[in-house]
């Protein structure tokens, strides 16, 4: 019996079968895992975020609406021209963009990232009507702070401080004040080397009706010289006495000039409400210099021809071409 135990233990042996305790089988040697530690963990990646093009044309109207109340606040202001008082420099219904930066903030404290100079004679100005805030006017500046000025009807000449000034003088037909077509030349002895601009009086023999009327109803500078004030100065009885006029020149109420005051009048002379009838303008009412014509358009004012009128129509066959781009000189 131990024959044939010990010839079945060869045979299993010899098959590759050990009985007993098991070896423990010896495995390779695994290196541990190193890590670097710019490693970053897998992320799941996410969809890519849109925006719906309501919200992108939403977006970009307020960037617009922003970008234009800016502009129209601290750089440039649209403003229309009602009347022919500077005409032929500017028509009626010529739209004008003014440079609102050019002479600096109107307020106390201001910074000055734009550039900016003092208001020099002869810039053609947009201002605040001293008897009516809410209207714009536009005119030239003829006389500054501190100097004298004196209009003469009888002979169409302007004279500071004594000394006549240089104007390019053009007589032209009377005319309407509503009516929107250019001053038509009389007589004109053509422009000499210092004249600075070109203004224009209504030739009826030398001696117009409109003349006449300015000379006789014009209370500053006109038949004697008139100072223009300048700021800190004593204001008049005049304004003083006047409620409204006093919030314009004097507005705290200490007797003196708010501001430095400037004289302005219009190019068409014999048909121009100007400082020879209402007196200057303060600083701080100006709003700005007339830069140049955005567009233009010959467009009848009477209630009938408004009546018949279409915007779209109108805008290609009543716009003036020839004045869009203009500059204001």
């Not at 009706?209 to 300048?230: D, M």
Request: proline content about 7%; aromatic content about 10%; glycine content about 6%.
């Amino acid at each position: 019996m131990s024959d044939h135990l010990e010839t079945r233990i060869e045979e299993e042996v010899s098959a590759g079968v050990v009985v007993g305790p098991a070896v423990p089988e010896r495995r390779a040697e695994v290196a541990p895992e190193t890590r670097s530690a710019e490693a970053e963990p897998k992320r799941t990646e996410q969809p890519a975020f849109t925006k719906g093009i309501v919200r992108e044309y939403f977006e970009s109207a307020v960037v617009t609406l922003i970008m234009a109340l800016f502009g129209m606040t601290f750089i440039v202001q649209a403003v229309k021209v009602p009347t022919g008082s500077m005409k032929n420099t500017i028509a009626i219904q010529d739209h004008l963009l003014v440079n609102k930066f050019i002479f600096g903030s109107r307020d106390a404290l201001h910074l000055p990232l734009l550039p900016e100079r003092e208001i020099r004679r002869g810039d053609v100005v947009v201002f605040k009507y001293p008897e009516n805030p809410d209207v714009n006017f536009v005119k030239r500046v003829i006389g500054l702070p501190g100097e004298t000025v004196e209009y003469s009807a009888k002979d169409n000449k302007v004279f500071i401080n004594g000394q006549e000034l240089p104007e390019h003088r053009t007589y032209v037909e009377r005319q309407m004040n509503e009516d929107p077509t250019p001053l038509r030349t009389i007589s004109d002895a053509g422009a000499a080397p210092a004249d600075k601009w070109t203004v224009f009086y209504y030739d009826d023999d030398r001696d117009s009706a409109a003349g006449a009327f300015n000379n006789e109803s014009g209370r500053f500078a006109v038949r004697q010289p008139f100072r223009i004030p300048k700021k800190g100065e004593q204001v008049p009885e005049t304004i003083e006495s006047d409620p409204k006029l006093a919030e314009i020149y004097d507005a705290d109420h200490d007797g003196k000039y708010d501001a430095d005051q400037y004289f302005c009048m219009g190019d068409n002379r014999d048909n121009s409400l100007d400082s020879r009838f209402w007196g200057t303008v303060p600083r701080n009412s100006m709003v700005g210099r007339a830069m140049i014509v955005y567009w233009s358009i010959d467009r009848a004012e009477s209630p009938d021809d408004k009546d018949k009128s279409n915007p779209i129509v109108d805008f290609f066959t009543k716009t003036r071409w020839s004045r869009t781009g203009k500059f204001i000189k």
